[in-house]
């Protein structure tokens, strides 16, 4: 009984409203961070056309108002478009979904890597690497997933993609974000993720320990690899590190981004400033949030003549606590906020920083982290940037600067290949609130025929529908043609 | 007396196969899951779906007229901190790092394999012990003073156990009489108890020390009336243990899927708020107790 009410509170947890991490209803994953440099593959930084790399600018914290800024008059690019930040909480609605198959087999594996640092105390649960596969009978291709920032390897969005993909014949992988705390953990080389370069090849390290301990019967004749969000970012970098790799080359075959970022940087300080202007930026700020939420959850509740707080009740209030604008910003910053503070607490650990965690002392396993955790609910991402992120990379990375790691984070690193090589694709919206008008054209321009832009689906909105599907396994084909204008 | 040695060896040879076997493949280990029903899964949510939005058309009139006049309406200063009244912490923590555990090692392993038993009978088992628990909330709503909803629990018991075959098939939802459980806990938390410090129950996790009093106390009901003579035979260990496995199949959670080391302050978090929600809701006309400022939830 006491389980059951756990596992209600976590879906109220993934519920938009609270915190932000696993299954079902409509949380927003987003963009992580920073870094990259040059002893890599194609990566140099090749920054002609389109974009400049643009310059982060920290969220301003500023209490106005949210909708003025956030109202629905916004250009389809721009924080402002309602139906997007809808798109964005809720996804795809059922009826509009691809169809799906009855069934698809599913295991997961754990996989402890050998290059792995030690664990800390704290993260006792996250020695081991966790992934999920689903095997076709017969040989097949293999597609790899990457879930978005902050995503464990079977989010609601993963499990989607899974089903249209294992329906279409595929072999399917489906693997976390690197700025998953387990894999921060288990997989990551530095402790600090973020880094695109840096992360993805923690990612292909690991994909190609996974591959070869697969079970034998599993046999697979090609291989693809897709990821949404920062893990559609993450896929495209994979590709392009397989493609310069000697011994134990995968041959990744194609690669699609879904909804991914162009400047790992300036998407996220977006969302810092969604932070700042849909909630505020202070510790008061957050109380009030919850406050109101709590309040408005209690009254719905009391109304409702319900006796148990149930799952049904909470996709009730889901739809009716988020009405204005300002609350779906909320409820998408919030969410984003949360996988940060993870992020941030497993960088801070790991490099010694010294914000939550004092270096001296690391939390013993019975340690209570309630005050590492209030303090990060109040920390951005340009606070992650400025006190663990750079100063890590700015030791590691000879010759690096501050500005010289926000261009490292930039999909120009493998601008080259996406722009000559004729197997990277992408799926994006021109509402998607992770890029502005200038990102979206530079994608445009360098992927040329191999893009396609729905008119609307936010973030991740649209993940799941019938026409991203039907085209995403056409790019995965090399099917792909783009719709006549 | 060989037949015992043979069987004595074939359980020392697995157990050191195993062990074996857990040594070759320790860096690697893959477990097989129940498969996914993605096509049935989104049937399900549009069916949720479309009837989520014939419930907000109509929701208008139920929550502005009639209730609003009648219960004052809880305002953000109601709202208890968020901070949560955890006095046993370090034992909670610990209490939860062995459920976790226990959960990956065999809990949820066994949960799994049961998931695989055809749905109609998992159905049955669920159907059957939900009946079992209306003799709770008979007993508790009367004791909360609702004498309606004991009515028609009563009503559900009476009926599921006869038409419904001894409580297999609810058949009482289609008499629109819709199960709603109800234990001890909410009966003290209707005559104002407060809900305590959190505590984490070995096996049964997040509680609070009134939700962990509700349990021991339904339990004890359920023990003293011994419908069916189910809960004093000897049997009765198999019956609890179908129960606790039913319960777990039941439950889409995961210990630590989150990856989060802040994953206890989470959960205690949100518990303790859906149960302060839900005595908000139990305690109707009367205003809800409140937290004063600066004192942790729950104390």
Same mark, same amino acid.
């Given at each position: 009984m006491r389980l059951i009410v756990c596992a209600l509170t976590m879906t109220l947890g993934s519920a938009p409203i609270a915190h932000g991490e696993t299954q079902p209803l409509p949380a927003t994953r987003s963009e992580p961070p920073p870094a990259a440099q040059s002893q890599t593959p194609s990566a140099t930084p090749s920054d002609d056309g389109s974009g400049a790399p643009p310059e982060t600018q920290p969220a301003a914290p500023s209490n106005a108002p949210s909708a003025a800024l956030l *109202? *629905?008059? /916004? %250009?389809?690019? $721009? =924080? *402002?478009d309602s139906a997007a930040l809808r798109a964005t909480v809720f996804g795809t609605p059922p009826q509009d979904m691809a169809p799906l198959p009855e069934t698809v087999p599913l295991s997961e594996i754990n996989i402890a890597l050998p290059w792995a640092n030690p664990v800390p105390a704290v993260y006792w649960f996250d020695r081991k690497l966790r992934v999920w596969f689903s095997a076709q009978k017969k040989p097949a291709p293999l597609a790899i997933v990457i879930a978005g920032t902050g995503g464990d390897g079977n989010t609601s969005k993963l499990s989607i993609l899974r089903g249209a993909l294992y329906g279409a014949g595929y072999h399917v992988l489906t693997m976390p974000s690197p700025t998953f705390p387990g894999f921060i953990v288990s997989t990551s080389s530095t402790g600090v993720s973020g880094d695109l370069l840096q992360d993805s090849r923690d990612l292909y390290a690991a994909i190609q320990q996974i591959l070869a301990h697969l079970p034998r019967r599993v046999r697979i004749t090609d291989i693809d690899v897709l990821g949404y969000s920062l893990g559609g970012a993450n896929a495209a970098v994979v590709k392009s590190i397989d493609a310069t790799t000697g011994t134990g080359k995968l041959h990744i075959h194609r690669a699609v981004m879904i909804n991914p970022p162009v400047s790992l940087i300036t998407s996220i300080s977006r969302l810092d400033k969604l932070f700042a202007i849909s909630i505020g930026s202070s510790d008061a700020d957050i109380d009030r949030l919850y406050r109101q939420l709590y309040a408005e959850l209690a009254n719905l509740y009391r109304a409702s003549g319900k006796v148990e707080l149930d799952e049904g009740f909470l996709l009730a209030a889901a739809a009716t606590v988020l009405k204005s604008d300002a609350e779906f910003s909320a409820a998408i910053a919030l969410s984003f906020r949360l996988n940060l503070a993870d992020m941030f607490f497993a960088g801070d650990l790991y490099t010694g920083a010294g914000v939550v965690v004092d270096p001296r002392h690391p939390p013993r396993v019975s340690d209570s982290l309630e005050n590492a955790s209030r303090v990060l609910r109040g920390m951005a991402f340009s606070d992650y940037f400025s006190r663990v992120f750079a100063p890590y990379y700015l030791k590691h990375r000879t010759n690096s600067t501050s500005k010289s790691l926000i261009a490292d984070n930039r999909l120009d690193i493998i601008g080259d290949a996406l722009r000559d090589d004729g197997d990277y694709y992408a799926q994006t919206n %021109?509402?998607?609130? +992770? =890029?502005?008008t200038r990102e979206l054209q530079w994608l445009k321009n360098t992927l040329g025929p191999r893009i396609v832009v729905y008119d &609307? !689906? $936010? &973030? =991740? !909105?649209? +993940? /799941?529908?019938r026409h991203q599907v039907a085209d995403m396994l056409e790019m995965l084909a090399g099917r792909w043609s783009p719709p006549a204008p | 007396m060989t037949g015992r040695h043979c069987s004595v060896w074939i359980v020392l040879w697995f157990a050191c196969a195993s062990g074996l076997g857990g040594c070759a493949t320790q860096s690697v280990n893959i477990r097989s899951l129940p498969p996914e029903t993605p096509a049935a899964d989104n049937a399900a949510a549009a069916e949720n779906a479309a009837e989520l939005a014939k419930a907000l058309a109509s929701e208008p009139q139920n929550t502005g007229t009639k209730e609003t006049k009648a219960v004052p309406l809880v305002t953000p200063a109601d709202a208890p901190s968020m901070a949560t009244y955890d006095p046993w912490g370090r034992l909670n923590r610990f209490i939860y790092r062995f459920n976790a555990r226990f959960d990956e090692a065999l809990f949820l392993p066994i949960a799994n394999g049961y998931r695989r038993l055809p749905l109609p009978l998992r159905a049955g088992v669920h159907n059957f012990f939900g009946n079992l628990s209306e003799v709770d909330s008979i007993v508790n709503y009367t004791l909360q003073l609702r004498l309606v909803h004991g009515l028609r629990s009563a009503g559900r018991l009476l009926i599921n156990s006869t038409l419904g075959l001894g409580g297999l098939f609810d058949v009482a939802k289609k008499f629109k009489l819709p199960s709603a459980p109800t234990g001890l806990s909410a009966t003290l938390a209707t005559w104002g108890v407060h809900p305590g410090p959190y505590l984490v129950i070995p096996l049964l996790g997040p509680s609070t020390l009134r939700d962990g009093i509700g349990v021991v106390g339904d339990f004890g009901v359920s023990h003293a009336v011994d419908i069916a003579h189910l809960?004093?035979?000897?049997?009765s260990w198999y019956l609890e243990g179908l129960n606790l496995i039913d319960q777990r199949a039941n439950v889409d959670f995961r210990y630590y899927s989150s990856g989060s080391p802040f994953e206890y302050e989470t959960i205690r978090f949100l518990y303790v708020r859906k149960r302060l929600i839900e005595d908000a809701g139990l305690s109707r006309g009367r205003q809800p107790q409140k937290t004063p400022h600066g004192v942790p939830a729950g104390e």
């Open positions: *109202a *629905a008059t /916004g %250009s389809p690019t $721009g =924080l *402002a %021109s509402d998607d609130l +992770i =890029l502005d &609307h !689906g $936010g &973030h =991740l !909105g649209n +993940i /799941g529908d | 809960y004093r035979a000897n049997e």
